[in-house]
């Protein structure tokens, strides 16, 4: 089972994976962007993004190989290449490789379910995150949520602190299988 944390930056997408994670006791990727922008000192051009879009792919299968018999047969993603696209089409328009596209909607569909973030979080500043005010921010959220919809994914939001996400987000996994 494939569960992808997803939504747009400062969602708390990487604390709800890695809580989601432990608690589930299964493996877990974390978004390899961020990796690769300390790498090129936050200097992300349109020529990174077919690597951007590699590391994540060689992040999410080596989680995957991590699922074993003796674990639950789940993994837990934060973020996939359907994410990268997103971000792909907001800030670097007409850049969009095919390669990216067409594995982002297979690996869409092979996802079991989604969890989509909602920006209640308050705003933490960070370099790598540039959408701090609420307009545009609910507008960012818009279009993760809009790529979920235009493809028919199964998704659910979830809201609240910490605690009240990975509740909601158990409830879910639980009712798509007995490996909690």
Same mark, same amino acid.
């Given at each position: ?17 890695? *809580? =989601? ?10 978004? /390899? ?5 300390? !790498?090129?000192?936050? +200097? ?5 993004? @077919? ?11 080596? *989680? ?6 003796? @674990? ?9 290449? =359907? ?6 089409? =907001?800030?670097? &328009?007409? /850049? ?27 705003? !933490?500043?960070? *370099? !790598? ?9 609910? !507008? ?13 994914? &199964? /998704? ?18 639980? @009712?798509? @299988? +007995?490996?909690?």
């Amino acid at each position: 089972m494939r569960i992808v944390v997803f939504g747009t930056e400062c969602t708390g997408k990487t604390t709800l994976a890695r *809580a =989601l994670a432990h608690r589930l006791a299964c493996p877990w990727s974390v978004e /390899y962007v961020r990796t690769f922008w300390h !790498q090129v000192d936050g +200097d992300i051009r349109a020529e990174h993004l @077919s690597r951007i879009a590699a590391g994540q792919l060689e992040i999410m299968a080596a *989680a995957r190989a991590g699922v074993g018999r003796a @674990s639950p047969a789940c993994v837990i993603h934060d973020t996939d290449l =359907l994410s990268h696209q997103v971000w792909v089409d =907001l800030l670097f &328009a007409g /850049y969009g490789l095919d390669w990216v596209r067409e594995t982002a909607d297979i690996q869409a569909r092979r996802t079991t379910h989604y969890l989509l973030c909602d920006i209640d979080i308050i705003w !933490q500043a960070d *370099a !790598q995150r540039g959408f701090p005010e609420p307009g545009p921010r609910r !507008q960012v959220h818009e279009r993760f949520r809009d790529a979920l919809d235009q493809r028919g994914l &199964a /998704y659910t939001c979830l809201a609240g602190d910490l605690e009240t996400r990975v509740t909601q987000a158990v409830q879910v996994i639980k @009712s798509l @299988s +007995d490996i909690v």
